[in-house]
């Protein structure tokens, strides 16, 4: 992993962790990286994708049990009851608040990267599966509690 993929990653560790405060007043604490040795990455759950492209292409994924989207929903975003509908919104709002606090981050310290992100995509299901097709990934499990929310960024090979 280069310098550069590196502080990518910790660019989205810590927008991550300063959204989900910054939305629920709560803390979310980083618990580790793990390095994908596979091509695949298979979660549950709600999910929003949001790629870049630049000096480094790449996409970053974030998984989180319905419950934590439920949690940022109600109290980031005001609502009670959520639907499937209203927890994909939040976590494409959630997600890209974070790939836009974490690319204005890496822009604003290289110059050069001129990083830019695509709209955020998101999903709910059980067992869903993802390939990252030429790309190297890390996973960095953030919790809230019991709760574990995966931070998946890939770069493109």
Avoid: C, H, W
Avoid at 4 to 20: C, Q
Avoid at 68 to 82: Q, V
Avoid at 122 to 144: P, R
Wanted: charge should be negative; charged fraction near 20%; avoid cysteine.
């Amino acid at each position: 992993m280069t310098e550069l993929e590196k502080e990518v990653m910790k660019a989205f560790i810590v927008a991550s962790v300063n959204v989900f405060d910054t939305l629920t007043g709560e803390k979310l604490v980083p618990k580790g990286v793990e390095q994908e040795e596979k091509l695949v990455f298979k979660t549950s759950g709600v999910v929003v994708i949001v790629s870049f492209t630049g000096l480094y292409a790449g996409r970053m994924l974030i998984s989180m049990p319905k419950e934590l989207a439920k949690f940022i929903y109600e109290n980031g975003f005001g609502g009670e009851n959520p639907t499937d509908n209203d927890l994909m919104l939040t976590a494409n709002e959630f997600g890209n608040m974070v790939a836009g606090n974490a690319i204005t981050e890496i822009n604003n310290k290289y110059k050069g990267a001129n990083l830019r992100l695509s709209p955020p995509s998101s999903f709910i299901g059980e067992n869903l599966t993802f390939y990252n097709f030429q790309m190297s990934a890390q996973s960095i499990v953030l919790a809230y509690g019991d709760l574990q929310m995966k931070l998946n960024v890939a770069f493109k090979q």
